[in-house]
């Protein structure tokens, strides 16, 4: 008798170990933090005929006790509640683990952009700016898509 109950032995483990990895890797995720973004610094690069660039500075800490690799950042840049630019970034960024790390992203703009967001700031004396986007991070759970937003001010006295 013990001959034929070990094929079914066999066949249990085979139809449970799929579930059991299924939920490991459902707790593992669920363990997961988030990465903190905080918007650091907006550093004018350049401004023309054609429209300016700038860099978006972030500081990026990674709460988890293991590195995590970024591949991608979506960013979508706001000046007020005006669109300013929106775009990716794909070079590899390393988020050490319990560390907080500098992400620059290189935003370029026209000089319809540039033109409404410099009206806002003559009127007011200062502008307030929102970068939101999509971290595509690769944990050693997979990869993952994680929403931020950072907001700042920019103030032509420097307050």
Known sequence: MQRSSFPRRIALLAAFLPLGALGCARLARSAFQNPVVELRDVQVRGI???GGSLDVVLDVYNPNDYRIDVGRVTYTVFADSLKVATGEVTRRVTL???ATS???LPVN???R???QAAGILLQRGSV???VQGDFTLATPFGS???PYKSRGRYD???R
């Open 48 to 50: 023309g005929l054609q």
């Open 128 to 130: 307030d700016y929102t």
């Open 156 to 158: 032509t006295l420097g």
């Open 102 to 104: 500098t992400v620059t």
């Open 113 to 115: 952009e540039l033109t």
């Open 96 to 98: 050490d683990n319990k």
């Open 144 to 146: 993952l898509t994680r």
């Open 109 to 111: 703009f026209t000089m």
